[in-house]
């Protein structure tokens, strides 16, 4: 079985300052971990993920994450938040069961204040 | 060509219509899938096709037909829908194959509203 859990279902920061999104999973297999964005009235785009190999995986737009296996964590951050980071995010697992289908967390509203 | 297309942009039907969904990829992907999607909220399986067979099915309403012609072509077919079935459809394609670390690509989705 796998599952993800998203904290806070929004996070609101001023342009200029960190972004911290956080995503715990739980599987019962080492997991495949991603990052999804999805704009307003848009489907849902690729940020980054984690197979295997390095921890620290760096994606599209400035974004990175960091697998923690001792913490079940898998959280997205960027140092600079822009105004156009203004979306959607959401965190998937897969491959608890051989299954390619990914579980999908209940996602973050990032809100970004000029 | 890393696109998945979707038609039409906007969908809006009576209860009593019949209106088909469609989606195409030429990445050579051999999963497609289908999701519902309600504001804030995540994407929900509906049917997954593997190597143009319907893999799964997740209890959808019979009123939900999906079909996929090819290996590049996925339609869903709608019919008799109810108001509580307005909201985004999403089609997505990935690589199949077991381990689960394929990503998959996801089309701009269909804004279904039914009066």
């Known amino acids: 079985a796998q599952s993800v859990t998203q904290l806070g279902s929004h996070v609101s920061v001023s342009e200029g300052a960190l972004v911290l999104l956080r995503c715990n999973y739980s599987s019962s297999v080492p997991p495949y971990l991603f990052w999804y964005v999805q704009y307003p009235n848009q489907g849902l785009q690729l940020l980054l993920k984690?197979?295997?190999?390095?921890?620290l995986v760096k994606g599209i737009n400035g974004f990175e994450a960091e697998f923690k296996k001792s913490e079940t964590s898998f959280h997205l951050t960027k140092p600079s938040a822009h105004m156009s980071d203004a979306a959607e995010y959401f965190c998937a697992v897969s491959g608890s069961g051989g299954s390619y289908i990914p579980t999908f967390g209940r996602g973050t509203s990032l809100i970004v204040h000029p | 060509d890393t696109e998945v297309t979707q038609t039409p942009k906007h969908l809006v039907m009576g209860m009593t219509n019949k209106k088909s969904l469609k989606c195409e990829q030429h990445m050579g992907h051999r999963a497609m899938y289908w999701y519902k999607q309600k504001a804030k909220k995540p994407p929900e399986l509906m049917f997954v096709y593997s190597y143009e067979k319907l893999s799964i099915n997740e209890s959808v309403p019979s009123r939900f037909s999906p079909e996929c012609p090819n290996s590049s072509l996925l339609n869903l077919h709608l019919h008799a829908l109810q108001p509580e079935d307005s909201a985004l459809y999403l089609c997505?394609?990935?690589?199949?194959?077991?381990?689960?670390?394929?990503?998959?690509?996801f089309g701009p989705g269909t804004r279904l509203t039914v009066t």
């Open positions: 997505a394609s990935s690589q199949e194959g077991t381990g689960g670390f394929y990503e998959q690509y």
């Open positions: 984690y197979t295997t190999g390095a921890t």
